[in-house]
């Protein structure tokens, strides 16, 4: 009797031991972590940038400013000036445009479940609802490649800025 005891407390010790939850096979599953590895490589771009949003909105208010200051001294006299100001200030809004966008349409992954909630989703999932790691993968490439495009266009917009308030 006390083999077979020990034999049963073993062999469920041993399948405890041999169970995983959804979420830490997700969390080791190589492509889970890749999408996850993309994700985190766009949010450092991400925190990188948005602090220069303040520059883009003291820039814009001193290129404003000077734009004002132009119009009063005679309009026809600076066009040229006024219309670079212009521009300028359109480039610093369209950076500024889209690091908002950039923001309001970033998907995170999918946030691990307790044991509880993914026995519930197993159960009420079908293929249709669920999102292929592949597709995460492609999601957050495709959302680390925009945050790249929209550092670029910050970074253009405040440089030239810059250099014109400098002349």
Not at 45 to 50: G, K, P, R
Not at 89 to 113: G, H, N, V
Request: a negative charge; glycine letters at 2%.
């Amino acid at each position: 009797m006390k083999h077979i005891n020990y034999c049963l407390m073993a062999l469920l010790f041993s399948g405890l031991l041999s169970c995983q939850t959804a979420s830490e096979k997700e969390a080791k599953d190589p492509e889970m972590e890749k999408a996850q590895t993309i994700y985190t490589e766009a949010i450092a771009i991400h925190d990188e940038v948005m602090p220069r949003m303040d520059e883009i909105m003291r820039l814009k208010r001193k290129l404003r400013a000077q734009k004002d200051s132009l119009s009063q001294q005679g309009a026809d006299t600076y066009a040229a000036r006024i219309d670079s100001i212009e521009l300028l200030i359109t480039k610093l809004e369209k950076a500024d445009d889209a690091m908002m966008q950039w923001m309001r349409s970033i998907k995170q992954l999918p946030a691990e479940l307790s044991d509880e909630e993914h026995d519930l989703q197993t159960q009420s999932d079908t293929s249709q609802n669920r999102v292929p790691v592949q597709q995460l993968i492609e999601e957050q490439e495709a959302q680390k490649e925009a945050i790249v495009e929209v550092k670029a266009m910050m970074e253009e917009s405040i440089a030239k800025a810059k250099t014109y308030l400098q002349q």
